[in-house]
Structures are given as structure tokens and as C-alpha cells.
């Protein structure tokens, strides 16, 4: 940040001129956060600290842990990205943090980085912690960015890690198979700490990392399980059990990894515990999110084949007469695939410019392009003109489904909505 400029004054000031200050978006590495945090004294936020990384899942596990721990403990958590506001990425009990704590965050910052450059999510990587220690959270959920071994909340020394899920994604900076991911995942195990892994089909490299790591590795379907009878759960870690309904929009294993990270903590956890996390969960907005309208509507802000997988199998599940397909997505996004994946779900298409939402957005002409769509089909200028076609058409037993990335979400998703 130019100290030729003058000091920022509110929170937009801030993220304008962080999004402009650093040479690159993304720069992987801990040695400039490192050092800032060292100078701020933030590398332990709070008496014990969970990180959760992985491809996808890691939004509702940080949900689903903060249900968990909130009753007992004051819970600090920070996730990225946000659908609306910024706010939404550092939460304290449950509450996004005001413009002006985040200012003063900033501003700490600041003072402290010298002529050290960070990138944006540094920034709020840094601010995220300094609130946490600030308010005396007990227990930081960390939710890590990108990978884990570089990413920047990895200058935390996890109590508990968590690698909720892996795949491809990132994969100019993480590899391009799910073995060299899963090393880069596992950063964020420590010696002689839990390190868990929610994903059935793991790439070895993950219980290898974290054996050269010498933490303590417990994966799902060997170390615990979640398994269904009826309308009921039971969840298992060793000798113990816990018998729970089962709840809607909550994936099983999801709930299993989150319970027994938590256990790790030294938490006692109760079916009438996991019932309020997972309704803390349901309300994380776009996470396959169904609105029982009609036609109904869902959002979904996967972006990956994995996440794209689990929407698929979602609408497969479901009878509708006809599936209408709002997409707008990202130039790094692997289009291709997700666009094989629901081939057999979608009866419509609409694909929406990204391009004036976000420098990183297709336009709709180049998504329909890489989508295999005819070149005489229609396309859309903005995600509001596509999703108001899609309303337009369908009838009142189908469905319109809104994907591709969370910008596509946030530009249809009501905030008001709840």
C-alpha cells in the first residue's frame, strides 16, 4: 500500500486499495504474512485453533464445527469467499464483525508490515486473527484458501486439522492429479496433533504426508464413520457412538468429520449439539441451497467437478419435468467437465456473462463455447437476464438451478431471503 496515498477511512477505501497494492491476486508462501503476523503476535489467535482445508466442504464443516463448539465456548471463524459483504468472512459467535472493527484491523496491520506487500487475502488472512486475539475467542475456526501448505493460514499451528475433501481444482498451483493436492492439502497437519480426513477416496499421498509430519491421522471408514439406519445417523470414533436424526441438506460425512474434529478439541458432543449445528449449517446461503418455490430454485456456488458431482446427483434424485440451467463461471473453471457432468440433468441452458462482474469471468458467448452449446443458442448479457428467462420458461414442475461460481449466487441470491 502506497504510503503516497492517504490513509483509507472505511472498509471499501481498504479493500480497494489492498485488491491494488499487491502485484498478483493470488501469491502463494508464508514468509510475508509470517513475518507481519510475528510483529502483530496473532500466529495463536485463540487457546486452541481448528483449520479445515480441502476442495469442497470446507464452508459447511466450518459451520457445522461452530454449531458444535458455540454453546460452550466463544467461537471465532473466518471463511472465504463472501457472497455480499466482506464482513461475512470473519464471524465472532456467530456474528459478522462491523466495517469498523475490520478497520481498525487493517489499520494495525498496517503498522506493523513495514514495507512488507500483501496480497488481499493476506490482509484479511492477518485481520482475521488480530480480531479473534483482540475479542479472547476460545476456539478459531480457520477455514485455509487455497491448498494449505502455502496458503496463509497455515502460519496457525493447527490443534486440529481437517482435510474435508479432494479434488481437482487450482491445479496450476496445487498439481493436476489428486495425489500431488493431497500433499499440498496436508500442510496443515502437525506433529503429534489430530489430523483428519474426511474424504472416503483418498489419495495416499494425504496419510503419507501426514505420517512425515508424525501427526496423529484418522481418516473416515477406518478410524470413524457415520452410517444410516432409517431415519437415523450413528456416528463412531473408537469405543464411542452417538445415535442422531438425521438431518436434511447435511452431508453425512460432512457431519461426521466435523463432530469428531471436534471431539479432538476435548468437546463432549450431544445429538441435541449436532441438531443445532446442522441447522447452522442449512442456513449457510448458495450451498446447494433448494427454495421449495415453483418452479423450484436452487443455488449452488460449486464451481468443481467434485461439487458439480453432488449437484448432479442432487437433481437426480428429484422429479422434475424439466431442469433449467442458469451458469456463469470463471476463465480457470473447468467448464468442460462440469458441462459433461450434467449433460443428463439439463433440459435448458443459460449461460450468463461473468465478465463485468469479475475480470476472472467468462463472457456468456465464450461459456457457451466451452459448455458445447450451439452457436445459435441463446446467451445473456448479466445473471439477472438470464435467471429472468429461465423464471420466463419454466413451468411450475420444473426446476431452475443457479450455479457455476459464487458471483453467478450472489448477483441472484437474495440476501433478504432467509
Excluded at 466482506?86 to 472493527?101: F, H, K, L
Excluded at 477455514?143 to 482435510?163: F, H, K, P, Q, Y
Aim: net charge negative; with cysteine.
Amino acid at each position: 500500500m502506497s504510503d503516497s496515498h492517504a490513509r483509507p477511512d472505511t472498509l471499501d477505501d481498504w479493500l480497494s486499495r489492498q485488491l491494488a497494492a499487491h502485484p498478483t491476486e493470488i501469491e502463494l508462501g508464508l514468509t510475508r504474512v509470517a513475518k507481519v503476523a510475528d510483529a502483530l503476535d496473532v500466529r495463536r489467535p485463540a487457546a486452541q485453533s481448528l483449520v479445515i482445508g480441502g476442495t469442497n466442504g470446507k464452508g459447511s464443516c466450518v459451520a457445522l464445527a461452530s454449531g458444535l463448539i458455540g454453546p460452550r465456548a466463544r467461537v471465532g471463524c473466518y471463511t472465504s469467499p463472501h457472497l455480499w459483504r466482506y464482513n461475512e468472512r470473519v464471524t465472532i459467535d456467530g456474528q459478522p464483525v462491523s466495517d469498523g472493527a475490520l478497520v481498525d484491523a487493517f489499520e494495525a496491520i498496517e503498522a506493523a508490515r513495514g514495507d512488507t506487500s500483501l496480497t488481499f487475502f493476506e490482509w484479511g488472512t492477518l485481520a482475521a486473527l488480530w480480531l479473534f486475539k483482540r475479542h479472547a475467542v476460545d476456539v478459531a475456526v480457520l477455514e485455509v484458501g487455497l491448498g494449505g501448505r502455502l496458503d496463509a493460514v497455515n502460519i496457525v499451528d493447527a490443534d486440529v486439522a481437517l482435510v474435508v475433501s479432494i479434488g481437482l481444482d487450482h491445479t496450476d498451483w496445487l498439481g493436476d492429479t489428486r495425489e500431488a493436492i493431497g500433499a499440498e492439502k496436508a500442510g496443515i497437519f502437525r506433529r503429534d496433533r489430530a489430523a483428519l480426513c474426511g474424504e472416503r477416496d483418498r489419495p495416499a499421498s494425504l496419510a503419507a504426508q501426514a505420517h512425515a509430519h508424525g501427526a496423529r491421522f484418522e481418516s473416515i471408514g477406518d478410524d470413524f464413520d457415520i452410517t444410516a439406519s432409517g431415519d437415523t445417523w450413528q456416528i463412531r470414533a473408537g469405543d464411542w457412538r452417538l445415535d442422531v436424526a438425521a438431518p436434511q441438506a447435511v452431508y453425512a460425512d460432512n457431519l461426521a468429520a466435523s463432530v469428531v474434529a471436534v471431539r479432538r478439541l476435548g468437546f463432549d458432543i450431544t445429538a441435541d449439539d449436532v441438531a443445532r449445528s446442522a441447522l447452522a449449517q442449512q442456513r449457510l446461503p448458495g450451498r446447494r441451497e433448494w427454495q421449495a418455490t415453483r418452479p423450484a430454485i436452487v443455488y449452488d456456488v460449486g464451481h468443481n467437478a467434485a461439487a458439480i458431482e453432488l449437484l448432479a446427483q442432487d437433481l437426480a434424485d428429484r422429479a422434475f419435468d424439466a431442469v433449467h440451467l442458469v451458469i456463469g463461471m470463471l476463465a480457470d473453471k473447468p467448464v468442460e467437465a462440469i458441462s459433461a457432468r450434467l449433460a443428463e440433468q439439463v433440459d435448458c441452458w443459460y449461460p450468463v456473462d461473468l465478465s463485468e462482474v469479475t475480470p476472472r469471468g467468462l463472457t456468456a458467448e465464450a461459456l457457451a463455447g466451452r459448455l458445447g452449446l450451439d452457436s445459435g443458442r441463446p446467451i445473456y448479457g448479466s445473471p439477472a437476464a438470464g435467471l429472468a428467462a429461465a423464471r420466463a420458461s419454466a413451468g411450475a414442475a420444473d426446476c431452475v438451478v443457479v450455479c457455476g461460481s459464487f458471483y453467478t449466487v450472489a448477483q441472484l441470491r437474495d440476501p433478504k431471503h432467509e
